[in-house]
């Protein structure tokens, strides 16, 4: 079977700041007076360069998404998200165009399930000078039961997941509405942190293109399938017409419940 196998510094990774489980540590993100190699700002929102290059042959940068740690994407003002989703845009089209790398992986972790370290909302941008784009995902995985249709974009749930449950994707066709998209992520987001499961505290973002077409998939969080950690076997649950139905009655519905401002 073809893998990216990439090497991982375990020597840097040990010295990682860390205070998702130890919440007492301090937050390197809230220090914005040390931060260093600071790239781009807009307003509370920065982007630097990545100080801790765990992955070997790569470049890794940070996106801090707002000066605190205790909101989240749910909580974002309607402009707030679009101008996050824009400066991430921003600086990965930037960096896929470089002509430097082979590839360059955009995502999100948030909570202690996501696989990231430290609490404050952020995403990160990996660089590879060498990665197979081939074996990075499969479309089907980005295609699903349609929720909403807007500007050239499209939110639905996945109906071939990448792993199993509640995969929710915005599919951005070429010349769609990147406010669409941030608007699209923000429901999708919060949907899964407030109505999919009941103390679902993490999930991921992970961004693909192809062909001129953005993808994003919104990922829940939990301890993940033996199935699929052991043998690559995926699940297909069974309510994913209920999830489509659910999501659209709460945010698209003439009587939606929520309103992002």
């Not at 940068?61 to 996050?84: N, Q, T």
């Not at 505290?201 to 992970?206: A, L, Q, T």
Request: proline residues 5%.
């Amino acid at each position: 079977m073809k893998i990216n196998l990439i090497k991982f510094n375990t020597d840097i990774g040990k010295t990682k700041p860390e205070n998702i489980v130890h919440t007492e540590n301090a937050c390197p993100f809230c220090d914005v007076e040390h931060l260093t190699d600071i790239l781009d700002t807009d307003g509370d929102i920065i982007f630097l360069k990545n100080k801790y290059p765990v992955i070997e042959g790569a470049d890794l940068f940070v996106l801090i998404e707002g000066k605190s740690c205790d909101i989240d994407m749910p909580g974002y003002s309607r402009e707030h998200m679009r101008r996050v989703v824009e400066m991430g845009l921003k600086h990965w089209k930037k960096l896929l165009n470089c002509g430097k790398y082979e590839e360059v992986l955009f995502f999100k972790n948030f909570g202690p399930m996501s696989g990231g370290t430290i609490k404050h909302p952020h995403m990160q941008i990996a660089c590879f000078p060498k990665l197979n784009s081939e074996l990075l995902f499969d479309e089907r995985e980005l295609r699903g039961l349609v929720i909403a249709e807007k500007n050239g974009v499209e939110l639905n749930v996945s109906n071939f997941p990448r792993v199993g449950f509640g995969e929710l994707n915005v599919v951005v066709e070429r010349g769609g509405d990147v406010q669409t998209l941030a608007d699209f992520l923000q429901i999708g987001v919060h949907y899964l942190m407030n109505y999919f499961r009941k103390n679902l505290s993490s999930y991921n973002i992970f961004f693909y293109h192809k062909d001129e077409k953005i993808f994003a998939k919104i990922m829940p969080r939990f301890a993940t399938s033996p199935y699929f950690v052991g043998y690559n076997v995926h699940f297909l649950p069974r309510n994913i017409p209920q999830i489509a139905d659910e999501v659209f009655k709460i945010y698209f519905s003439d009587n939606k419940k929520i309103i992002f401002k």
